[in-house]
């Protein structure tokens, strides 16, 4: 490997730990990644110098953490290519940034028997919320299918988008499938339509470079944990004008212009969504995180995981009885490999792996009709990152290996 | 760690269970049933029973799972079957200590039957909830207070 | 200053500063308190050896991550006394509990016609939620005032308590006045009407320790980053029973139980209001937060503030043209001074006091419907902590009248 | 660091003007009129100004603020007074340069008259919302877009 990869490697101590008296692969990086030193650091930092509430004080230090937090936002802005910082939001995470799309915008704009317009391979955290929304409103909540090729359907999608259709709502990458969604075309297509688009991102925000005006998207969506920073900070980008248009969904402390006994008037967008404290450790980690993946560059982060993935597959589909959902070539596939094997439960296979130091997640992914449409309860999930190595993928292949003669063996 | 230790958990009695279930059917006359599921792999587990005074009469079980939760949903039924309601809850309750690492009486073990080999979990507490499931469901149908 | 005192300091690296060339003295505890060293190691300790995301995998990280983070819930429950683990649920602060106390709870018990009762000294995170919930529903919304000494007039609470009333909402501790509030009694009068008891504890939970089971209160919120922990995670506890009864207000990610294509069950509480990856991070450092004041022992805390207090406070009342807000005495004050100088702008004082390295609140703390009540825009405010000492309490008196005495000669 | 440099931004033409406001009343027949809030203090200033062609023939402002902020609206009315549009909006602009430490050419200055002497702000960061707040609810009236 080379030196660029081993100083990566320095920087995540916790990769070099042992699991069960093995060293740990970690192969659950579409759960969360894990958190590199200078993120840290930056954090710790910001505590011990600048730390203070902000917005708040006219006083130096909570001018700095101010300054700081502002910062973070243009970053953000840049980080995805959004015309400017106003129509960054910050919130917990992928999750609460749809549900405030959905719970706000999605009340200005859905209406009686409008229609949602989804995907079956949607995340619960764009699943729901539209389920939701679609409930309170009596609106119809439809999905695209998958294609033979069990990538998205795009003729299916062009089926049922319609002049009904108030929202496309879609993932940019699968937690499960490892497919990428033709977000520009997706939203080209909807907006003939006068729909609006809303975009998952949280898969892939860390994997590959995104400009939200390339792609012309309304919202998009995405968390700092999956993408080497801490937990509890996540993003809503939205285009400015439809940002004013909302109501914020919760009230107090900053989020205020001015508040009488009887009524109270917002702060603008994106103020006005980011009511009380937020998490201003976490967004200082943010910021981080970006900068340590800038360092990097995306394009090395990319060719890095493809090169992974290149060699992991093919050997992968080799193996007697193990089935992969997903599209079975490299081309189409991003560093998330989700499969079973035949006659063993995900969970009998993934404490088997785990006994030899490796992670790998188990169960529904948080995508149980995507499951059921795929015909299977759970799978096991690789998910790579670019600090996982050749070696590593030699390693995951034999260890998938030796867990499936241990079950073939005992029953 | 080699998978060796998988032994002490996957052992012959287990697999057993796991691969030929007892009582796995659903009772048409049963007086209650309860389903459950276990939210991280979307396995569920439905238990019925009939009771009869205070008596489990008839206990089966239906649904999908991992070995651990099968053989463990298999192992219950026989363990519960013809108890009283209040020894059926004491049991349960027996059973969650064990997987916990609690150190059962040689009675409260032997009312377990098959089911107390698997104080092994102790030692895989991720797969402690795959055990328990079925259990918990049988509590919940007998009236016991959930968890 | 005692030995304790000594060590306590040095837990606190950003309080040996300079700000202005002057030493840091920090009294913006109100805001914001610093996180001592111990928090933030554990918080790095977690990411460099646990990170994984919970209740997610069967994985050992996952399960030790897991384990982590539901440990420190019943930390937090033995901390505030709560019966037990299932009626802490975590948020991202005092602000977010409390929205969701009012949108989720509100919705259900408060209908047309009914009453919500506040008090005049709520903060707009515990007032707006509640102003929004009264125009949802047309329900009439009443302020406690003032009695002629600036504390909770609470003759005037049992008359405005009426069996319309459905949920009283009440700060534990001022941020402006520096009050405690009688919670009990309050409790105890409210639930004779059948109305339920929201406590806003963002500024109490710090300063004295919570008893909710003795206190009866149906509901209290509070934020991990005024207690020493870090920012973005707070707390919303509630009897186990109403938390049963309430529907979640942001959905995704483990908050589910199964869901279909066309609908969802949810999770049992807290866990259902607990949608998308959480602020894991941050909820291992409340924990450490906790077991930080364990260790000092909140008796010691509250001690060592009351002393501080009593040093201060008869030396500002003695500066001519000062106008303390709230109870002029002591026994009636917590930790929180609010004040103005006659003629000056808080702005211009703080920003006089922020050149001598003195950091204070200027303005109108979130409380606007409290100013108005006072007759100001906006005052001062030093808020005190456990860290600060005796000879600081001297300097800031000093520097408080060398401020005016700068303003005076150039007016 | 001592008082002494509270001299450089508390000056006596800033203590004057915030003493003895210029055009401070509101404008019975202004052609527009925007009030704006310092959220973190609740200070608000509302600004009228009458405009006839494309000339501001008439400014002034109400509010309430801190010393930095009344001076600065004052200073703001003598400044915007007079000027076409398009100048008054420039002069907006380059005020808002001026607070973040840019330096203008000594024509930019002399059309802030008064108020280019609040370059020192630049030192005083946090108070730069107080000084801009006038001038940004002026830009607003003018139609200028908002910051
Ligand atoms: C009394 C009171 N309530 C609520 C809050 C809001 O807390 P947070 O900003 O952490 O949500 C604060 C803090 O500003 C407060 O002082
Ligand atoms: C595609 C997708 N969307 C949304 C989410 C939810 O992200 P978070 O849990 O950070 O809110 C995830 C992560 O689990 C995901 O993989």
């Not at chain 1, 300054?67 to 939001?89: D, G, L, M």
């Not at chain 1, 999605?106 to 389920?131: A, F, K, R, Y």
Request: with cysteine; net charge negative.
């Amino acid at each position: 490997m080379d030196k660029k990869f081993e100083n990566v490697i320095k920087d995540f101590p916790i990769l070099s730990q042992k699991i069960n008296d093995e060293p740990l692969l970690y192969l659950d990086n579409a759960a969360t990644s894990q958190t590199p030193n200078p993120v840290l650091n930056e954090m710790v930092s910001f505590y011990q110098s600048e730390n203070a509430n902000v917005h708040r004080g006219v006083y130096t230090l909570a001018n700095e953490a101010t300054t700081a937090y502002e910062n973070v936002r243009e970053q953000v802005a840049e980080f995805i290519h959004a015309p400017n910082a106003k129509s960054i939001v910050y919130t917990r995470s992928t999750t609460e940034s749809l549900n405030l799309v959905a719970s706000s915008f999605g009340d200005l704009v859905v209406h009686e028997s409008d229609e949602i317009l989804i995907t079956i391979m949607e995340h619960h955290s764009n699943l729901i919320p539209w389920q939701q929304l679609a409930k309170r409103k009596h609106a119809k909540l439809k999905y695209v299918e998958l294609a033979d090729d069990q990538t998205l359907d795009i003729a299916d999608f062009k089926r049922k988008l319609t002049e009904r259709t108030k929202i496309v709502a879609v993932t940019q990458m699968s937690n499960v499938l490892g497919v990428t969604n033709p977000i520009k075309e997706i939203t080209r297509l909807a907006h003939q339509q006068h729909a609006y688009v809303v975009v998952d991102a949280a898969q892939s925000v860390a994997h590959q470079s995104i400009d939200v005006q390339d792609l012309d998207v309304d919202f998009l969506a995405f968390s700092g944990h999956k993408m080497l920073g801490p937990t509890g900070i996540g993003v809503l980008f939205g285009k400015a004008e439809l940002l004013d248009e909302m109501n914020p969904v919760q009230f107090g402390g900053e989020m205020i212009e001015a508040v009488s006994r009887t009524q109270a008037k917002w702060q603008s967008a994106p103020w006005k969504f980011e009511a009380g404290t937020q998490n201003i450790g976490g967004v200082i980690g943010l910021g981080a995180a970006i900068t340590y993946i800038s360092k990097l560059k995306m394009t090395w982060i990319e060719a890095t995981e493809h090169k992974l993935l290149t060699y992991l597959l093919p050997q992968l589909v080799q193996i007697k009885g193990l089935t992969i959902y997903g599209p079975q070539t490299v081309a189409e596939h991003g560093s998330i490999v989700a499969f079973n094997l035949a006659n063993l439960h995900p969970h009998d296979v993934a404490t088997g792996l785990d006994m030899l130091g490796v992670e790998v997640r188990a169960g529904h992914h948080c995508a149980q009709p995507l499951m059921t449409t795929l015909g299977v309860e759970s799978t096991v999930r690789a998910s790579l990152s670019f600090y996982n190595s050749l070696a590593d993928m030699d390693r995951f292949v034999y260890d998938v290996k030796m867990v499936k003669e241990f079950f073939n063996r005992e029953s | 760690m080699s998978l060796n230790k998988l032994n002490q958990l996957y052992l012959a009695v287990v697999m057993d269970h796991a691969n030929h279930p007892h009582h796995k059917s659903s009772l048409p006359d049963a007086t209650k049933s309860v389903e459950l599921h276990n939210v991280s792999c979307g396995d569920d587990i439905r238990v019925f029973i009939k009771t009869k005074a205070d008596r489990i009469e008839e206990i089966s079980f239906t649904g999908n799972g991992c070995t651990i939760s099968q053989a463990s949903a298999s192992m219950m039924t026989d363990a519960l079957k013809d108890l009283t309601i209040p020894v059926a809850i004491k049991t349960c309750d027996d059973f969650f200590q064990l997987t916990m690492g609690k150190t059962l009486t040689s009675k409260a073990k032997k009312a377990l039957g098959d089911a107390a080999i698997l104080g092994s979990l102790a030692e895989f507490p991720a797969r402690i909830k795959c055990a328990t499931l079925a259990w918990h469901a049988a509590k919940e149908a007998v009236g016991g207070e959930i968890k």
